[in-house]
Nanobody, 115 residues
């Protein structure tokens, strides 16, 4: 059974940082590309960052390039999202994702950027 469990969200001031983590189970983690998505009220869910199975290839949405860094630890079945220089428009629920047969999602973690 595939499980994705996110943690690390919270309230942060503009310009601040947060680190999100996602622990995965139920599949061979190191084989699969892992993704972080986000969704804010009234908007579609958008892809924020992706990382290949071995961690050699990463991709970012234009809106977060240079501020966010995705990484993974295959020994711990964990994917992380380091978010720096946060802006109010980064406020959203952030979801960990993997395509294993079909799209699989965690429960999400709320990130709020506000003064």
């Amino acid at each position: 059974q595939v499980q994705l469990v996110e943690s690390g969200g919270g309230l942060v001031q503009p310009g601040g940082s947060l680190r999100l983590s996602c622990v995965a189970s139920g599949f061979t983690f190191s084989v699969f590309t892992m993704n972080w998505y986000r969704q804010s009220p009234g908007k579609e869910r958008e892809l924020v960052a992706s990382i290949s199975g071995a961690g050699r290839t990463t991709n970012y949405a234009d809106s977060v390039k240079g501020r966010f860094t995705i990484s993974r630890d295959n020994a711990k079945n964990t994917v992380n999202l380091q978010m720096n220089s946060l802006k109010p428009e980064d406020t959203a629920v952030y979801y960990c994702n993997v395509y294993f047969g079909r799209a699989r999602w965690g429960q999400g973690t709320q990130v709020t950027v506000s003064s």
